[in-house]
T-cell receptor, first 112, second 104 residues
Framework: DTAVSQTPKYLVTQMGNDKSIKCEQN?????MYWYKQDSKKFLKIMFS???????INETVPNRFSPKSPDKAHLNLHINSLELGDSAVYFC???????????FGPGTRLTVT | RKEVEQDPGPFNVPEGATVAFNCTYS??????FFWYRQDCRKEPKLLMS???SGNEDGRFTAQLNRASQYISLLIRDSKLSDSATYLC?????FGTGTSLTVIP
């Protein structure tokens, strides 16, 4: 049973395109997150939702828009993709704020 | 200043050695801290939670020093399988990760 799943696992696309990454958790957790891990391996938080409400919105370009249709899902839509968006994007969930996180397998995005 | 700072290493240690990693944090209001292990091309996985002064699990010991605002991870009797990147963090932010290679 996959706890946190992401689709797709790999995404190769051209500059200027719009793409979405989906995330689902079946742990019954209240809080979900999106992280970006670049080539230097730094794991940087982008967004966090608690019970479908946005609680963290780091300095992310507004080309990135998260959407949480329900507690179990947190999707990430990216408009006008740029070369610098190439990275691995991890979704995670936790029981609530302050609890340990469980990560999805990651989506490796390559923008050409 | 970053919320969590961590020495990136790399640490190269022989099997059986004891190795320690430290992280410092800037937000004194942070209540909970975590150590995660990340293998190459994999997702981070929880190694230990640190809610109070410390936590021990087999060969691994994590400690929290609120006065000095740092957390540490001690690995005793290192195994080859301990080779990975170790990330420390609070509920939202992570350090840059510390790379550990255990050498036969």
């Amino acid at each position: 049973d996959t706890a946190v799943s992401q689709t797709p696992k790999y995404l190769v696309t051209q500059m200027g395109n719009d793409k979405s990454i989906k995330c689902e958790q079946n742990l019954g957790h209240d809080t979900m997150y999106w992280y970006k891990q670049d080539s230097k391996k730094f794991l940087k938080i982008m967004f966090s939702y608690n019970n479908k409400e946005l609680i963290i919105n780091e300095t992310v370009p507004n080309r990135f828009s998260p959407k949480s249709p329900d507690k179990a899902h947190l999707n990430l839509h990216i408009n006008s993709l740029e070369l610098g968006d190439s990275a691995v994007y991890f979704c995670a969930s936790s029981q609530g704020r302050g609890y340990e996180q469980y990560f999805g397998p990651g989506t490796r995005l390559t923008v050409t | 200043r970053k919320e969590v700072e961590q020495d990136p290493g790399p640490f190269n240690v022989p099997e059986g050695a004891t190795v320690a990693f430290n992280c410092t944090y800037s937000n004194s209001a942070s209540q909970s801290f975590f150590w995660y292990r990340q293998d190459c091309r994999k997702e981070p996985k929880l190694l230990m939670s640190v809610y109070s002064s410390g936590n021990e699990d087999g060969r691994f010991t994590a400690q929290l020093n609120r006065a000095s605002q740092y957390i540490s991870l001690l690995i005793r009797d290192s195994k080859l399988s301990d080779s990975a990147t170790y990330l420390c963090g609070n509920q939202f932010y992570f350090g840059t990760g510390t790379s550990l290679t255990v050498i036969p």
